[in-house]
């Protein structure tokens, strides 16, 4: 029983460079998130989809960009990496809006 | 917007003592859902408790219940006979009530409490 499985779990990136954290699920839920927790800070939702095909922002956008082209898969790409951007990562996923969000384990990226 | 407010940064307890996490909210629909989440120092976030807005009951799970007081929008997470595996991150989160209707992911987390079990 896998849940929520994000890749990779530690990352370190130039500034400048690209790259895209996996996130699967095996729980066939419609709805899945990526948020991003810096310290002191809650975690704040970056983008989010409602099911295939469906994105939508959040509350941090900027500089990323996701798509939804299965229900197992959530993809989260960094166009070009900031050192702002250095934070943990987590993907989450739910059954419907009213039951609870299973997390992954989180990928800690830093971008130098 | 809506918002979460954890007031306490951290918090310490007593092992086999009871404590109580605050947690307040603001949102001005009707139709809502409050979500407490531990995150231990390993850092993965792990589901306590829910409770609807409409709930009746205040939501109990095994060792932890949550005071919903809806007049006055708070919604504390209480902890019973605490133990030293309950140290962690707690963090309060609501479900974004614009897009209930709709079904959606966007959870608001307040910035969480800290607490700390002391044997």
Known sequence: NAGVTQTPKFQVLKTGQSMTLQCAQDMNHEYMSWYRQDPGMGLRLIHYSVGAGITDQGEVPNGYN???STTEDFPLRLLSAAPSQTSVYFCASSYAHHTEAFFGQGTRLTVV | AQKITQTQPGMFVQEKEAV???CTYDTSDQSYGLFWYKQPSSGEMIFLIYQGSYDEQNATEGRYSLNFQKARKSANLVISASQLG????YFCAMRDPRVAQG???KLVFGKGTKLTVNP
């Open chain 2, 20 to 22: 109580t996490l605050d």
């Open chain 2, 103 to 105: 079904g959606s992911e």
């Open chain 2, 86 to 89: 309950d140290s962690a991150m």
């Open chain 1, 66 to 68: 996701v798509s939804r």
